[in-house]
């Protein structure tokens, strides 16, 4: 099935190096979402893409994090100077324009910071 | 600031128990979803409500949404082991596009 895919699906870098997360989404789907979840916790909302409209970067915790949707399909999450806090599980989730609080996530990125 | 409460944050029971999740806000939600987290894998989609007083049933899951559309609930019953996970809700509010996410819920149920 054509879900969402992500890679890669675990990446270990070490402190200070930059890294590129890479998000598939549903074909088809307008709305692309990024979210952070660390060790047992809830989800924390980063960046949403929408169509062709500026994306809301207000969840981004800081401008070492940016993210970019080429030809509103693909979506990477980069993260600069990464420090240990980022270690964490990087969700990509899409939707439907017309209902975009439905949304299909994908298995994550798993990036741990040594 | 939006904020989703979601209670209790653990909960563990015996398979065949029944068990109730809620989730609450001071914000009125256009919609709200229910999601499914099992390790190492991303949220599941459950269900989503619309409409003050809603009920919707998916086999042994009940969900409701508050009359009022502030707040929801969970109700599990004869819980089986494969309901193990975190369960996660998410409100809508159109007029800001935005989605909020509960903490969520971990349960465990002991076979």
């Known amino acids: 099935g054509a879900g969402v895919s992500q890679s890669p699906s675990n990446k270990v870098t070490e402190k200070g190096k930059d890294v590129e997360l890479r998000c598939d989404p549903i074909?088809?789907?307008?709305?692309l979402y990024w979210y952070r979840q660390s060790l047992g916790q809830g989800l924390e909302f980063l960046i949403y893409f929408q169509g062709n409209s500026a994306p809301d970067k207000s969840g981004l915790p800081s401008d070492r994090f940016s993210a970019e949707r080429t030809g509103g399909s693909v979506s990477t999450l980069t993260i600069q100077r990464t420090q240990q806090e980022d270690s964490a599980v990087y969700l990509c989730?899409?939707?439907?324009?017309?209902?975009?609080?439905?949304?299909?996530f994908g298995p994550g990125t798993r990036l741990t910071v040594t | 600031t939006q904020l989703l409460e979601q209670s209790p944050q653990f909960l563990s029971i015996q398979e065949g128990e029944n068990l109730t999740v809620y989730c609450n806000s001071s914000?009125?939600?256009?919609?709200l979803q229910w999601y499914r987290q099992e390790p190492g894998e991303g949220p599941v989609l459950l269900v989503t409500v619309v409409t003050g007083g809603e009920v919707k049933k998916l086999k042994r899951l009940t969900f409701q949404f508050g009359d009022a559309r502030k707040d929801s609930s969970l109700h599990i019953t004869a819980a089986q082991p494969g309901d193990t996970g975190l369960y996660l809700c998410?409100?809508?509010?159109?007029?800001?596009?935005?989605?909020?996410f509960g903490k969520g819920t971990r349960l465990h149920i002991l076979p």
């Open positions: 989730a899409s939707s439907f324009r017309g209902r975009v609080y439905e949304q299909y």
């Open positions: 074909s088809g789907h307008t709305a």
């Open positions: 998410a409100g809508y509010i159109i007029r800001d596009d935005k989605i909020i």
């Open positions: 914000s009125v939600f256009s919609s």
